[in-house]
Nanobody, 115 residues
């Protein structure tokens, strides 16, 4: 069974940093692209950042210059370094990837930024 497991969330003050991790298990496929999404209370889930194995990245305008997504590693892992966090970054952060034709999601990790 394919699993994406996020970790690294927590409570941080505005201006602080967190590093999220997404680890994949249960697959022999090589994942080409991995994404981070987030969903704040009462809001739609939004795409935060995308990365592939070659280091090509894309970011939502709201996080450009503050968040950095790693290349997808050979172990199908991806990281999201979040700096200068703001209260509006508070959300559940989810890892996503298409694996073997299936759209796979992790369970999410809560990030709370206090102002």
């Amino acid at each position: 069974q394919v699993q994406l497991v996020e970790s690294g969330g927590g409570l941080v003050q505005a201006g602080g940093s967190l590093r999220l991790s997404c680890v994949t298990s249960g697959t022999t496929f090589t994942i080409g692209v991995m994404r981070w999404y987030r969903q704040a209370p009462g809001k739609q889930r939004e795409l935060v950042a995308t990365s592939n194995r070659y280091g090509t990245t894309n970011y939502a305008d709201s996080v450009k210059g503050r968040f950095t997504i790693s290349p997808v590693t050979g172990k199908n892992t991806v990281y999201l370094q979040m700096n200068n966090l703001k209260a509006e970054d508070t959300a559940v952060y989810y890892c996503n990837a298409f694996i073997g034709g299936s759209d796979c999601w992790g369970q999410g990790t809560q990030v709370t930024v206090s102002s």
